[in-house]
């Protein structure tokens, strides 16, 4: 079915909810007219619609291969590319000074949900790209900035992330790949890398990678790694692609879905490599390059779950069974109809938590507020976590509504929960997520919680003039919430905090959406409000077990034996 972009709903939260005119109130962002905020929706989701939606099904259908060491990418990929590049929509967050827009990253967060939506395999090329530049303009030196920045955001060169090896997942610190000096201000690089996504293409004309390696001095563990730009084709003197760098692509991985995107085995035999940041330092450097992909996943998530709805609402408006009233199509059903409305609530309230995270981002980067900087933190496991798991959950139940035509791969509805499945568990998967939220995010005794708190606890007693009913279920959410937060932060033993530290994220998730769905009700029309109360009413409840299970600590989970486990 087509895909619709849901710029709408994108202006609406932007107008009503997230605080959007907060962001182009500031110096830095007051070009980001409404005006223009209009035209790069629309523009963005045209493209969308019209482009890349239909190289969705080629991806999974025809995937990525290795050709004598050569990637071929899957048919159409080049022209989605090519018109994605040429709008201008790898860099729209980059800095002017560098070719890009210097547009919020929180319009940057609606075109990456469009484009994740029409066609995920795709989409995760710019992502990756867009992290490295931001990464690049933090902690290379002027040299490496001027000569690949400018070439990744016109989308000539893309980039690529490497950080995982065999024996090495989320244990960073376990890596062996080298890095020697050459005594020229180069390095060799020597080791393998895995799970690199989009580490070759035939259709850029370099590909630009950047390794996390030990220097000889590097000691054990992540306090020892440092970071290099390895690029495919070594620049020439005039910053063209040049010889053949030391490295190749091993293999492809033979993966359960995105197959568009060829996530690859990848292999440094002595190649040249320039230092980013300071020698040693290459997790910091990295750290920004992850925390912005978090972000990135956090709408790739909720952009898929925009494309299984809507696939599934297609489906259940057209498809006729049963004695179902009205229309006889099985969206008159009551449990459709239950499962269709948890679809889209989900999928907007994840969309808002990804647009507020956004917003707090542009906000520290135009302010310099630590205040923002702290929100924006905070917010980003949430986002991720949260934004993936919806993807999950509403594809799953995407091919439930489509009944046993959804376990059928030609009606398109299993690709969606295949392709978003990965979402979960790269750049650190979602029980990580959750693990720092409890622990690193309250590290300052919980303020950046209490704040965000505050913020929803006043918002209600606001409401209750005119929506008393859904704003004193949001605010004694957020008092549950906050009750709750007291005691993690009290617990000193961190096996305390992590052992329900899945159900706590999941529950400040839970009361955020609560806290964007009363605030459409003020600002929305009737149907807007039939939605808020659906979700305040029917999905907010579930914030009270989530938290009966983070108070329960670790005493009984630990208390559960091996031999427990395997009875």
């Known amino acids: 079915m087509p895909y619709r972009a849901p710029v709408s709903d994108f202006q609406f939260l932007l107008d009503h909810v997230v605080g959007f005119s907060d962001v182009t109130a500031t110096e830095r962002f007051a070009e980001a007219t409404p005006d223009m905020t209009q035209a790069i929706l629309t523009e963005a989701g045209k493209m969308c619609e019209e482009v890349l939606a239909p190289l969705n099904r080629q991806g999974d259908l025809h995937p990525a291969y290795l050709d004598n060491g050569v990637v071929r990418t899957s048919p159409g990929f080049a022209d989605g590319y090519r018109a994605i590049a040429e709008g201008g929509w790898i860099g729209m967050s980059a800095s002017q000074e560098v070719g890009g827009l210097g547009l919020p990253m929180s319009l940057t967060t609606t075109v990456n949900e469009m484009i994740a939506s029409a066609c995920l395999s795709l989409q995760l090329s710019p992502l990756m790209t867009q992290g490295q530049i931001e990464a690049l303009e933090h902690h290379a030196s002027d040299e490496i900035k001027d000569l690949y920045i400018p070439k990744m955001v016109s989308g000539e060169w893309n980039g690529t992330m490497n950080l995982t090896e065999p024996q090495a997942g989320s244990d960073v610190g376990a890596l062996r ?43 054990a563990g992540t306090k020892g790694i440092s970071l290099f730009m390895v690029p495919k084709l070594i620049p020439d003197a005039d910053g063209n692609p040049g010889e053949r760098n030391s490295l190749r692509v091993v293999s492809l991985e033979h993966k359960m879905g995105l197959h568009g995107s060829p996530t690859a085995v990848m292999e440094y035999a002595g190649a040249k490599g320039w230092l980013v940041g300071a020698e040693h330092g290459g997790m910091a450097a990295m750290f920004t390059m992850m925390n912005n992909a978090r972000l990135g996943v956090a709408a790739q998530g909720v952009g898929v779950a925009e494309g299984a709805y809507q696939h599934a609402l297609a489906y259940a408006q057209d498809r006729k069974q049963g004695r179902a009233g009205g229309s006889g199509t099985i969206i008159e059903h009551a449990d459709v109809r239950r499962m269709l409305t948890t679809m889209k609530a989900d999928t907007y309230a994840a969309r808002a938590i990804c647009l507020m995270n956004a917003v707090a981002i542009d906000m520290a980067l135009a302010t310099g507020d630590a205040v923002w900087e702290a929100r924006a933190a905070f917010l980003t496991p949430i986002s991720k976590a949260f934004g993936s798991d919806v993807g999950c959950e509403v594809s799953a139940t995407g091919i439930q509504v489509h009944g046993g035509m959804g376990f059928i791969e030609e009606t398109g509805a299993a690709q969606y929960a295949r392709d978003v499945r990965v979402a979960t568990i790269y750049e650190g998967t979602n029980g990580i997520q959750a693990m720092d939220l409890v622990a690193r995010k ?16 006043q918002g209600a007693d606001a409401a209750k003039a005119t929506h008393p009913e859904l704003a004193g279920a949001v605010w004694q959410s957020a008092e549950n919430l906050r009750e709750t937060t007291e005691w993690l932060v009290a617990q000193q033993d961190l096996n305390e905090r992590f052992a329900g530290a899945v159900p706590f994220l999941r529950a400040f998730a839970r009361v955020l959406g609560g806290y964007v769905y009363l605030k459409s009700a003020l600002a929305g029309d009737a149907s807007r409000q039939r939605l808020a109360t659906f979700y305040i009413k029917r999905m907010l409840p579930e914030h009270t077990g989530l938290l009966a299970h983070v108070r329960e600590g670790a005493g009984d989970l630990m208390s559960i034996t091996a031999d427990d486990l395997a009875a």
Not at 181 to 208: L, R
Not at 442 to 457: H, K, Y
């Open 442 to 457: 309250l590290m300052d005794g919980g303020e950046a919680a209490f704040r965000l708190l505050d913020e929803i606890e």
């Open 177 to 219: 790949t080298k890095a020697e000096p050459n005594g020229d201000g180069t390095y060799s690089i020597t080791g393998q890398k895995i799970y690199i996504s989009w580490a070759d293409n035939d259709f850029t004309e370099n590909v630009c990678h950047l390794v996390l390696a030990r220097l000889p001095d590097g000691v």
